[in-house]
């Protein structure tokens, strides 16, 4: 059993965030980078559960970026898994990186490829589903569950206003989302061992962008909140009927 | 050369987001001068030619109950041969449970640029430019897609269903249908609520309201709006709500026409789920919680005081 996870490197949910170059690029000065929650958290430790369930599982965590994300992909591998591969190419739009990430998992032969539900600075949802097309394989997306019994799998999904159980079977792409694993904090064995564990860094493949971002903008500044005495609050239905007319 | 709508349904109706999605594609379709098409993939209980009403001219429709079952690399594949033979340029979901499995895989299916989760319509006045909520409704991105196809998912909620009185011709098309490779073998849907993705309004419950025992008023209050109930991540966690009802960074993300918060503090995360609800109102008893600073309107009292009267009020506005 092989097991790849895609690692995304991205600011701090508590970031300040702002645009430089003319609104054309993210400001990174004093950002704090994580990994990407949904990454870490549920694809990274169901991987992680996976492999001490079957110690003979091969885990592998994938990156696609430059050498500022090895520090990342360290925490990472102090979380657990066995090795790293960071595609050096400058992060640019979803389907390049899918594609990198495609060409890695294709040569590893991997079984099962897991990525988190969303990256929380682009939020496109799209790396796991590009993924799973350029390697023609089966995608459940969105899952809380997952559970192996040989070659075949046991899948929940989110569905509006519910979720939705289903099998389907290896080789398989898999974005996570909350239900399916709980956070870990990295041990100090983990740490030390993190220090150790192979990072391999392989050059990309030539893959031509789709889209680019042409500017970023800020939401207009909210007005500030209009508070209404708390021993009148038929004045904020009133507000909320006649004025803002949302109810 | 069209704009060809994937409308997605469940349980035999066509979903609300799709109504979006088909109203956003027959707009962007008059400003490109082109024909507004959709695409059903399996079978409905309604009338497609109502989809005429949001401004698409022709439904495509592949008659087949077992689509009925969601399979994204089955459909991607059908839609990719539809966008083909009808000679589509653009591709229009909506940005939902399923859209989100689909337009990835048909991105890389065709090449064809996409803008996940669309808030507004294209600027074509200079090549494609589609904006889209990024950093968790932070800020806003614009994005240019350079590829000759394109495909856009959008946002649910961030774009109003037209209601016209036109009506569209139906037909089926001859697809494909490859082989499903993943089986749908249980649905546990929440009977009787409104899912929060589709929400026009949602009441949210925090810490503040101390145990789950005290949901009644939530409940009533998202009973007389016709609002879906949410709730913050301590809740969540503390089992008090079901984990589908958290919203904020780890939990869904929201963007209702009303996001009515009580007892919640309004923390980073929980905003970060939130922040593109078009109102906000908070209900808490600390003048210092951080939501203040992100709402509409708001009252500084206890939850347990003032919300009864506010039901009162709504019952009363609601002539019941």
Avoid at chain 1, 67 to 81: F, P, S, T, V
Avoid at chain 2, 56 to 73: A, T, W
Wanted: proline residues 5%; contains cysteine.
């Amino acid at each position: 059993m092989k097991i790849l996870v895609c690692i995304s490197k991205t600011p701090d949910t508590t970031a300040k965030i702002a645009f430089t170059d003319n609104n054309k690029k993210f400001a990174t000065d004093g950002v704090q980078w994580i990994i990407n929650p949904y990454d870490e958290w549920y694809a990274l430790v169901r991987a992680i559960e996976l492999k001490e369930k079957d110690p003979a599982t091969v885990l592998h965590l994938v990156n696609v970026g430059g050498a500022e994300n090895d520090a990342i992909i360290r925490k990472a591998l102090a979380l657990g898994g066995d090795e790293a591969i960071r595609v050096n190419i400058e992060s640019q739009d979803s389907f390049t990186i899918a594609s990198q990430i495609a060409q890695v998992a294709k040569e590893g032969g991997y079984d099962l490829v897991f990525t988190g539900k969303e990256t929380i600075d682009y939020n496109g949802s799209s790396i796991g589903g590009m993924v799973a097309e350029l390697l023609d394989l089966p995608y459940v997306s969105l899952a809380t569950k997952l559970e192996l019994e040989g070659s075949n799998v046991k899948l929940t999904r989110e569905i509006e206003g519910g979720e939705e159980t289903v099998e389907t079977s290896l080789p398989l792409v898999v974005s996570a989302q909350k239900g399916m694993a709980e956070q870990r904090i990295p041990n100090m064995k983990g740490i030390m061992g993190a220090r150790t564990k192979p990072l391999k860094v392989v050059e990309p493949v030539a893959v031509e962008a789709l889209t680019s971002i042409a500017g970023f903008e800020l939401p207009p500044a909210k007005a500030g909140v209009k508070l209404v005495p708390a021993d009148n609050p038929e004045e904020l239905v009133r507000l909320l009927h006649e004025e803002a007319k949302v109810i | 050369m069209s704009v060809l709508v994937y409308i997605d349904h469940t349980d035999g109706e066509i979903k609300k987001s799709s109504l979006e999605a088909a109203s956003y594609g027959a707009k962007l379709a008059s400003q490109l001068g082109v024909a507004a098409h959709g695409l059903v993939l399996g079978t409905v209980s309604t009338d497609l030619s109502a989809l005429g009403k949001q401004g698409i001219q022709k439904v495509h429709q592949v008659k087949n109950d077992s689509l009925n079952q969601f399979d994204p690399g089955q459909q991607a594949t059908m839609i990719a041969e539809a966008v083909g033979s009808l000679g589509a340029t653009v591709v229009v979901l909506s940005n939902n449970v399923t859209g989100k499995a689909l337009a990835p895989r048909l991105s890389a299916r065709l090449k064809a640029g996409l803008v996940a989760g669309a808030v507004a319509l294209p600027d074509t006045s200079n090549g494609f430019v589609v904006k889209k909520a990024v950093f968790s409704g932070k800020a806003f991105a614009q994005v240019e897609v350079t590829s000759p196809v394109k495909i856009i998912s959008l946002t649910p909620n961030a774009f109003s269903v037209s209601n016209g009185d036109g009506s569209a011709e139906v037909a089926e098309i001859n697809l494909t249908v490859p082989a499903a490779k993943i089986k749908v073998t249980g649905i546990n849907k929440i009977k009787g609520q409104i899912p929060l993705s589709e929400a026009e309004l949602v009441v949210s419950g925090g810490r503040g309201l101390k145990g789950p025992e005290n949901w009644g008023m939530i409940e009533e209050l998202a009973d007389l709006l016709g609002a879906a109930t949410a709730c913050s991540r301590p809740v969540a966690d503390s089992h008090w709500r079901p984990h589908h009802e958290h919203v904020g960074q780890t939990g869904g993300a929201v963007a209702p026409n009303l996001y009515f918060a009580v007892g919640i503090s309004g923390a980073i995360q929980h905003l970060a789920g939130v922040n593109r609800s078009k109102v906000i109102v908070v209900i808490n008893k600390d003048p210092e919680a951080p939501f203040f600073k992100a709402a509409d309107y708001g009252i500084v009292g206890d939850a347990f005081e003032v919300m009864p009267k506010i039901i009162d009020s709504v019952k009363k506005l609601k002539g019941k």
